[in-house]
């Protein structure tokens, strides 16, 4: 079997295997879920279309006590007007900036497209398979034809895959992250920021994201929002519990997320990037409508909070870090089956676009045949991201005898991720 096969025709089974290997856009429908619950128009006319409010609502709570539940509708406002503040201010950014081609990595299934391509702007909406190939003919169906905009299935740690979706693009890239760095590990997340360099050193312009200083101020806002009395400690549990739930997935740790922001910083100019700082309160609505009813006093600490994150806007500066620059292969997969005996032979890169491929195969073959053992020959795999990770994770929990799951010849690149993810004493 090698891919591109038809090892699964049924569009729906294929949309949980990705779930099961990178669940992470499942927080994009809540975010979705709030806009439209703030009245925009054109979040409330996708929700309709993409009708997955309650398998959304059924996958949020399912690890949540009653307690908490109830604990986590107090704090609402806040919540919301985490996703209001980011998505207004970026987008006002933008306008008053008067930038003219946008990425937005990932787009989730936010109205951001629609907004900018009616004002001219172009627009690449890139994220997940899930996402990209639900929000192309979403999208149409309420703005019509519209060559300014267009999605696309991409893998932030894969360049091949960035670089073919913006084959038509032309000009200075406006590159906006929400919502996705913090479930990189350090190893993916140095790939991402490698890729996007070689991107904007390519096209020229910047990169802009709001989301490790936002973190900084997320119990300041719930404790803006619930009053002074709460503990930072219990706001600070159930903000990760909610967050856990939604996404169904843990934030994976990495520098750039460290509560050290000097650390943070001098990552990033060891990446190859030049540095500057923009106030979130330079871009911040008068009104945020996630506070209406609350009292003034708190409106105004959240206000306050708010307009203490900056975001980080990132340009590429050339000459230096050549050599992150890689080629990637095409994923292969060779299966042979002898008896109970699985052998998978991998090459190429196994990521977030291809792992779901390899979990088809494998739980295909499962189906038919009782499996006693599994060994994975990786010799010509030269990267496996987190979803990857995840798939092997799957197969070896499948197995009884942990003697009876081998991987072999793993390249050293691929056996640092092994190691810095813990995984080596997992799966090897």
């Avoid at 460290?258 to 871009?283: N, P, R, W």
């Avoid at 009782?370 to 990786?378: E, L, R, T």
Wanted: charged letters at 25%; proline letters at 3%; one cysteine or more.
């Amino acid at each position: 079997m090698k891919k591109g096969e038809n090892i699964m025709s049924d569009t729906t089974n294929m949309d949980m295997l990705r779930e099961e290997v990178n669940p992470v856009f499942l927080t994009a429908q809540s975010c979705l879920k709030i806009n439209a619950s703030l009245g925009d128009q054109d979040a409330i006319r996708l929700m309709e279309i993409l009708d997955f409010e309650e398998q959304h609502a059924e996958s949020a709570g399912k690890s949540l006590t009653p307690e908490m539940l109830q604990i986590i509708g107090k704090l609402m406002p806040g919540f919301h007007s985490l996703v209001e503040a980011r998505f207004n201010t970026t987008n006002k950014m933008i306008a008053d900036m008067g930038i003219k081609q946008v990425v937005d990595l990932p787009c989730g299934y936010t109205p951001r497209g629609i907004k900018l391509a009616k004002s001219g702007v172009k627009y690449f909406g890139f994220d997940l398979p899930a996402v990209a190939d639900a929000m192309g003919p979403a999208v149409k169906e309420v703005i019509g034809e519209n060559e300014n905009i267009r999605y696309e299935a991409v893998d932030a740690t894969n360049y091949a895959s960035l670089r073919k979706a913006l084959s038509n693009a032309d000009g200075e890239l406006f590159i906006t992250t929400e919502g996705m760095l913090m479930y990189f590990t350090q190893s993916e997340i140095e790939e991402v920021f490698r890729n996007i360099r070689r991107l904007l050193l390519e096209f020229g312009g910047k990169w802009v994201t709001v989301d490790n200083t936002l973190n900084d101020v997320q119990v300041a806002v719930l404790k803006a929002v619930v009053g002074k009395n709460a503990p930072p400690e219990m706001l600070a549990n159930v903000a990760k519990l909610a967050a856990g739930a939604m996404s169904k997935t843990a934030h994976a740790e990495n520098i750039y997320f460290d509560e050290d922001h000097s650390k943070a910083a001098q990552f990033v100019k060891d990446m190859g990037f030049d540095l500057e700082f923009i106030s979130m309160g330079d871009y911040l609505p008068e009104v945020l409508h996630s506070l209406d009813g609350l009292p003034e006093d708190n409106i105004k600490e959240v206000l306050d909070a708010y307009r203490s994150v900056n975001f980080w806007v990132m340009t590429a500066r050339p000459g230096e870090n050549e050599n992150y620059s890689r080629d990637d292969k095409d994923f292969k997969i060779d299966v042979k089956l002898n008896d109970d005996v699985l052998n998978f032979t991998l090459s190429g890169r196994l990521d977030t676009i291809t792992a779901p491929n390899l979990l088809a195969i494998y739980k295909e073959i499962t189906t038919k045949s009782k499996i006693g053992s599994i060994s994975i020959d990786m010799k010509d795999l030269e990267y496996v991201s987190s979803a990857g990770l995840r798939v092997l994770l799957i197969m070896r929990q499948d197995i009884e005898d942990e003697n009876n799951f081998t991987i072999v010849n793993t390249c050293d690149s691929v056996q640092e991720i092994f190691e810095t993810t813990g995984f080596d004493g997992i799966l090897c």
